[in-house]
């Protein structure tokens, strides 16, 4: 994705066509660049093709334009809440290329907070109500086993802006720490890749949604919760990934191990001492799992996962494995 550039109007129009949203669009400009106090009304004028009159007819004064500029970007927020992917996984590198891709909102934030301090900022009513609804989302997340439900919701909220935004932020702390600018794809894809990873490490431990977990017997039970503590996060992702590929598939015990049922097809999951392995799955009937990761497979139909590998795996990666073995 093209990253925007200050320079570049949101809204399109002849030269001659000094309409409010053209003016408005200098003005965004003009404040990304120099911020409040050093942004010029004649500049303002003069980049949306208006004279000084007119800009003052519609927004009454250079503080009321900067209002009216960071209320017209707030939309934005709204939109990407509105996109959200489904799992953690892809939501912080979503999260990253939003505010990599809109330098421009990120940039005025910056000079609205250099501007107001502690004290209300524009539409400050309206904008926390949108916040507080973004963080009601994350606690139905939460409840839904998306989120880690034992963090605050709203610490969780602003963790997720810190972590998107704070590179395009501060871009001379990130050139300091890795050597590049948060604009160069390296970076971005470097910082995409290290955020799905993120995501992966902190959605290792959810619960299972309460409608999977219903899928299973009291025998499934007692087996998972004598799973040593330090591989029970590794196999209670593997249960949901399963669970959520194949919603209908009945949980039960066989072969002294949890075994995902769906019509004819088997899928098996059992703890070992270095990890877990997954069992059952017929040549062929992997979507390419094992020939894309060849030292996993240790004998026909197994393969064998150490947390360390995991890691390196995406949940899609997985849930594609267990539709493979499990399509009937």
Do not use: C
């Not at 002849?14 to 404040?31: K, N, S």
């Not at 990304?32 to 519609?58: F, P, T």
């Not at 075994?259 to 098996?268: D, I, N």
């Amino acid at each position: 994705m093209a990253v925007s550039d200050p320079t570049v109007p949101l809204h399109q129009g002849t030269p001659h066509q000094a309409t409010p949203d053209r003016i408005l669009d200098a003005a965004i400009q003009e404040f990304v660049e120099h911020g409040l106090a050093g942004a010029r009304v004649d500049r303002i004028a003069e980049r949306a093709g208006a004279n000084k009159q007119l800009l003052y007819r519609h927004f009454g004064s250079k503080e009321g334009l900067f209002d009216a500029a960071v209320k017209g970007m707030a939309v934005r927020f709204n939109e990407i809440r509105s996109t959200l992917p489904g799992t953690l996984e892809e939501r912080l590198p979503y999260y990253f290329e939003r505010a990599t891709d809109d330098q421009q909102w990120v940039r005025l934030l910056l000079w609205e907070a250099l501007h107001t301090g502690e004290e209300a900022a524009v539409n400050e009513d309206e904008r926390f109500t949108h916040m507080q609804k973004a963080v009601d989302g994350v606690r139905a997340d939460q409840a839904a086993g998306i989120l880690p439900a034992d963090l605050d919701a709203g610490q969780l909220f602003l963790s997720f802006q810190a972590l998107a935004a704070h590179p395009s932020a501060f871009p001379q702390m990130t050139r300091f720490i890795t050597g590049m600018n948060p604009t160069d794809p390296a970076f971005r894809a470097q910082r995409a890749e290290f955020l799905r990873g993120l995501g992966r490490y902190l959605s290792a431990g959810l619960p299972v949604p309460k409608h999977q977990d219903e899928a299973m017997d009291e025998a499934v039970r007692t087996y998972i919760d004598a799973i040593p503590p330090e591989h029970r996060p590794l196999f209670d992702r593997l249960h949901r990934l399963v669970l959520e590929a194949r919603p209908g598939a009945a949980v039960v015990l066989s072969y002294k191990m949890p075994t995902y049922k769906l019509g004819g097809r088997r899928l098996h999951l059992a703890a070992w001492k270095h990890g877990v392995s997954i069992y059952g799955w017929e040549e062929g009937r992997d979507s390419g799992f094992a020939a894309r990761h060849p030292e996993l497979k240790t004998g026909k139909g197994t393969i064998r996962l150490r947390p360390d590998d995991a890691v390196t795996i995406t949940d899609e990666e997985l849930r594609d494995l267990a539709r493979a073995v499990l399509d009937e």
